[in-house]
């Protein structure tokens, strides 16, 4: 377990911006305590100051895990987030996707969302924006990345995909072995 160097620093919060902007100063600076990204075995996890003092009592090849995993580092030094990092980016998301009740068993089986299973979109979303994907109950289902603006949304056929999926609550089960 170490800090991120000032690379990866950079390239995990220019990801980390896509999806909810300048709030990330909100994940670091909490009224519960300060809080802090380190780095495990290519994963990033984010925990308090407090679990991190507890964790260091730990050698690093009998610790697993601690905090909340935000994602990992590819082999080609590329960050990408997964899901366990949902709470979190639903909690200070910019950008939001409504999806209709037909379409949120397609986005958590790993289809990327239509025209058709759009309820609504946040206003002024660019293309290419990260968005939280929810359902109209506003739970979070996962996130993605917009195929269209806000505008070019309304303008689209129904069979047209709105979101990319990235990741969807649905890999809980699909990919439970490789998420820790």
């Known amino acids: 377990m170490r800090p991120l160097t000032e690379e990866e620093t950079r390239t995990f ?7 909810i902007g300048r709030n990330i100063k909100h994940l670091i600076h909490r ?11 290519d994963r990033v996890y984010y925990m308090s100051e407090q679990v991190l003092k507890m964790a260091t009592c730990f050698s690093r090849n009998k610790l697993m895990s601690m905090g909340t995993c935000f994602g990992k ?6 960050f990408r987030l997964q899901i366990t990092a949902l709470d979190y980016l639903a ?6 996707v409504w999806v209709r009740p037909a379409g949120e068993q397609l986005f958590v089986y790993g ?18 924006q990260g968005v939280v994907v929810l359902s109209m109950q506003d739970v979070p289902l996962g996130f993605g990345v917009t195929a269209a603006s806000t505008q070019e949304c309304r303008k689209l056929d129904p069979t047209a995909v709105v979101v990319f999926r990235q990741a ?5 089960l699909r990919d439970e072995t490789t998420l820790v």
């Not at 580092?73 to 590329?78: I, S």
């Not at 969807?168 to 809980?172: A, F, M, Q, S």
């Open 13 to 19: 919060f220019e990801k980390l911006a896509k999806f």
């Open 31 to 41: 009224a519960d305590g300060q809080y802090c990204f380190r780095m495990h075995k």
């Open 73 to 78: 580092f590819t082999k080609t030094k590329k």
């Open 91 to 96: 909690q200070y998301a910019k950008y939001k």
């Open 111 to 128: 289809n990327n969302v239509s025209k058709a299973h759009l309820g609504r979109i946040t206003e002024n979303t660019a293309r290419y």
């Open 168 to 172: 969807d609550v649905g890999e809980y």
